[in-house]
């Protein structure tokens, strides 16, 4: 009798524990499907503050569409020809020179003419200056030049800032510094070869208004296509240019004259 009563308490204390295991499941998927519904309805909630933005911008970008061309162009030209000059003739330029052809002509353009817009962004800007260049508005221009350009930069640089922020820009991409003086030239085209075909930059510094002959296939970008293989002749040497080359040419002068392929 005793065994019976013990045996029909330990059928019943199974079937509560088997009870109590199910509704603790049933628990734990109760709290799980809840947080599931929580995390869905914030993210519908910030979805919905999202929609007038998304509306906003894409209202933003169609008008932007309408003024691509001229603004593509005003970059282009902004980068192509007036790097030499200061910051009042630039703005004559843009404005005297550039806008005006294209109202001459009709190209459409956004009202306000500012290239920076187009080179680079506020983000990039800042990245330079914490790189050390300078956050006045020409230094931006600058800047903005001097990485968007297919040709290599010279940098007239009589108060270092630019020499400074590519030291600091390049530091950790294995930047070589040479000088063209006569002690050095030897040096300096070995190590512009070997760069070349590495692919590091190179910074010629304090540059004189002379620039010797012998580099000018390198800072001319006189490059030969081989297939998918770049060259640049160098004497008697046929160097394969790795496209994370840059070329970076520096002087104090004030100044300087140098012949119009400079």
Same mark, same amino acid.
């Given at each position: ?29 109760? $709290? ?23 509306? $906003? ?38 404005? $005297? ?10 190209? @459409? ?5 500012? @290239? ?17 260049? @300078? ?9 903005? /030049? ?16 630019? /020499?400074?922020? /590519? ?96």
């Amino acid at each position: 009798m005793v065994a019976d009563l013990a045996a029909k308490l330990a059928i019943l204390q199974a079937d509560f524990d088997q009870a109590m295991g199910e509704k603790n499941r049933a628990e734990a998927e109760a $709290n799980r499907c809840a947080k599931r519904l929580d995390s869905a309805n914030r993210l519908v909630n910030a979805l919905g503050a999202e929609q007038e933005r998304w509306v $906003n911008a894409i209202a933003r970008l169609e008008k932007e569409l309408e003024f691509v061309t001229g603004d593509v162009l005003l970059a282009s030209s902004f980068v192509s020809y007036v790097g030499p000059f200061s910051k009042q003739f630039r703005e004559k330029i843009i404005n $005297n020179n550039f806008v005006e052809f294209f109202k001459k002509h009709s190209i @459409p353009s956004s009202p306000t003419a500012n @290239p920076l817009s187009i080179l680079t962004t506020e983000a990039e800007i800042a990245q330079w200056n914490t790189e050390k260049l @300078p956050s006045d508005p020409v230094s931006s221009e600058n800047g903005a /030049i001097l990485t968007s350009s297919e040709r290599y930069s010279l940098m007239i640089d009589p108060q270092l800032q630019g /020499i400074t922020w /590519i030291k600091t820009r390049e530091g950790n991409n294995g930047l070589e510094t040479v000088r063209l003086t006569p002690e050095t030239m030897n040096n300096a085209i070995k190590v512009l070869e070997r760069c070349v075909e590495q692919g590091k930059p190179v910074l010629i510094e304090n540059l004189e208004n002379s620039i010797d002959a012998t580099i000018a296939p390198i800072y001319g970008r006189q490059i030969i296509k081989r297939g998918r293989t770049s060259i640049i002749k160098m004497g008697d040497k046929e160097l394969t240019l790795d496209p994370k080359f840059m070329l970076y040419l520096h002087t104090k002068l004030s100044n300087p004259h140098y012949p119009p392929e400079i």
